[in-house]
Each structure stands twice: as structure tokens, then as C-alpha cells.
């Protein structure tokens, strides 16, 4: 049974997930078992319409360290940070169901709890990482960071997957994130680093899962919009 605040949340964003949440999420659950961590997974399920979240409803009752929430909206961005919000943990991981990496929890965890950073960042394109998406997929990652490293002097290499952090330290920049959909994760990195908190990255080696949920080419209209929002809140109105 898990403590009423645990050491470490993890928080999922699941959108039409029914294929592989179920293992994904008891594999993670097994591997956290595993290390003899105090945890709860919490599952931000938004706008599923397949079988999602009636596994989910009995997953959770099975297993009292797994809960989930349910919106009506299929929104990334607001499901990731109403998880956060929920979550109870010294120790935050935001993960994504089709990767679910411990080695990142592994190298993550013991320096978050050594207080070496406040923010830790797993990479996809840092040096001595391993990028197995697809070119394109590859590409526009590329391009996204570099267009936020452009237009907001972002100065690492990635902002979106996994991530992990000390939840007291990052709350706050959470409660001054503007915009959803994918680009939230993008801000909460970038206001993380304009902040000047400690933020670090460490490299990842991505192996998907499953293909996407979200066609890449259906997000794009969105990230440009979100994006040239955060720009017109950060630059030009300082907030």
C-alpha cells in the first residue's frame, strides 16, 4: 500500500492507449517495486474514445499505487499539468506510456535526491544519446528546439519526454505556464532555464513502444500557434 505522500510520482499522460497501457504500466510498476521506491503512477487519461479508460478503472483498483483522472479533451499539455498538480511526491518523473525507461529513473532519481539539479531533462538529441524514431520524426525535433532556441534563447538540446524534477522547486514555474497541447512541456523546460534553475539534461537512448497516437503532421498547426503565444507572453510581455 502506498504511503499518503509517496517519495516519487510519476505522471502519464494516455490518450487511446487500451493496446499497451496496461503492460506498460505494470512493467513500470514491477521495475519501481524492483528498487524498493515508495511511488504512485498517476495516469492523465484526456479524450480517450477506446476501451483506455475502463482498463484504467480496473487497473487502479487492483493495484492501490496506480490512480488515474479522466478529461473530456484530448489535450496533452492539460492533462501533463493536472497531473503535476495532482501528484504528491518529492520527486516528480513526467513519462509518456510507450517508453517508460527506468535507466532514466536510474540516473535521474539519486541526483534529484542529492539535490545536483531541480530539473533533469532525458534527451534525445544530446551527445551520446540514441534517436530510433523515424528521420522525420527526428527532424522536427530538431527544428522545434531549434526554433525555441532562437526566438527564446532556450539553451539546451531538448524539452519534450521525459523529464524529472524536485516538485517544490518546479511548481511554481508550472503555475506561470500559459499555453497546452504539446508545447507545455516546451515551455515548462524553457521557463525552467530562463528562471535559472538548476537544469540539467542526461542523454537517452529512444526506443518507442508503439507508433504515435497524433499523426506528427495533425500537431503541427498547433505547436506553431502555441509556440508564437509563449513568444508574445515571454518577449513581449515579460510575464
Not at 3 to 15: E, G, K, R, T
Not at 48 to 61: A, F, G, M, Q, V
Not at 190 to 218: C, D, M, N, T
Amino acid at each position: 500500500m502506498a504511503s499518503a505522500d509517496p517519495h516519487l510520482s510519476v505522471v502519464i499522460p494516455v490518450y487511446n492507449e487500451e493496446s499497451i497501457v496496461e503492460s506498460a504500466g505494470l512493467e513500470l510498476a514491477r521495475g519501481l517495486d524492483e528498487r524498493g521506491w515508495d511511488y504512485e503512477i498517476i495516469f492523465a487519461e484526456n479524450g480517450s474514445r477506446d476501451r483506455t479508460p475502463e482498463i484504467l478503472e480496473r487497473l487502479t483498483k487492483e493495484h492501490p499505487r496506480l490512480r488515474w483522472f479522466h478529461s473530456e479533451t484530448p489535450n496533452y499539455g492539460s492533462a501533463l499539468k493536472a497531473g503535476i498538480l495532482k501528484a504528491r511526491g518529492n520527486i516528480v518523473v513526467c513519462d509518456e506510456i510507450d517508453l517508460c525507461d527506468l535507466v532514466f529513473y536510474d540516473q535521474a532519481v539519486p541526483r534529484l535526491e542529492r539535490r545536483e539539479a531541480d530539473l533533469i531533462v532525458g534527451s534525445k538529441a544530446a551527445r551520446g544519446s540514441s534517436d530510433r524514431r523515424p528521420l522525420v520524426r527526428r527532424v522536427a525535433t530538431r527544428v522545434h528546439n531549434g526554433l525555441l532556441r532562437a526566438t527564446l534563447g532556450f539553451k539546451g538540446t531538448d524539452t519534450h519526454g521525459l523529464k524529472a524534477f524536485r516538485r517544490e522547486k518546479l511548481l511554481p514555474v508550472i503555475a506561470r505556464c500559459v499555453v497546452d497541447m504539446d508545447v507545455f512541456a516546451s515551455e515548462f523546460v524553457v521557463r525552467a532555464w530562463r528562471e535559472g534553475l538548476e537544469v540539467r539534461e542526461i542523454p537517452i537512448q529512444l526506443h518507442e513502444k508503439r507508433q504515435p497516437s497524433i499523426h506528427l503532421f495533425k500537431r503541427v498547426p498547433n505547436v506553431l500557434k502555441n509556440v508564437a503565444r509563449l513568444v508574445y507572453v515571454i518577449r513581449v510581455r515579460g510575464e
